[in-house]
């Protein structure tokens, strides 16, 4: 019989690690190279200096333009996709059979959207909560509601 490989995905905004199920009995461990953090930059560095300037239809007043997206968010957007492309990838390469997914809302529905048909067909659980900084025993628990340890 074929082991199932399962990874769990533990992410936020900020960071992301992968721990690995090879069935019943076998606990959790870690994927090698798979612990990645998202460089946030400050504000000053993102976008432009100033935002863009427009005048008034009438008059001589000026005023500045919003930008379309907030460069924070849009970062960690990045990093939902980055995330992404490296699960598609190990996916080609056979590396996991299922995953599960634990992130809070905001970055999970980020990864939902970057998250490409192969490796959403084979997400099997889902837990909304941020789990970046519970050491691994104590994520058994949490993940143990679904998945069989």
């Known amino acids: 019989m074929k082991t199932i490989r399962t990874w769990v995905l533990i ?12 069935g019943p009995g076998t606990g959790m461990r870690g994927v090698e190279g798979l612990e990645l953090e ?5 504000s000053r560095e993102l976008g432009r200096d100033r935002p863009a300037r427009t005048f008034d239809s009438e008059g001589k007043g ?6 379309k997206t907030d460069p924070h968010r849009e970062q ?6 980055t995330l992404a492309a490296l699960l598609e990838e190990a996916l080609k390469e056979g590396s996991y059979d299922r995953l599960v997914i634990a992130a ?11 998250l490409p048909p192969a490796v959403r067909a084979v997400v099997s659980s889902e ?23």
């Open 11 to 22: 992410a936020d905004a900020g960071r992301a690690r992968v721990l690995e199920n090879r």
């Open 38 to 42: 998202n460089e946030t930059l400050p």
């Open 62 to 67: 000026r005023h500045a333009i919003d930008p």
């Open 76 to 81: 960690k957007r990045d990093f939902a996709r």
């Open 104 to 114: 809070p809302p905001p970055f999970l529905g980020d990864l939902r959207d970057a």
């Open 127 to 149: 837990i909304v909560k941020d789990l970046t900084k519970v050491p691994v025993p104590e994520l058994q628990s949490h993940v143990a509601s679904v998945l069989r340890l």
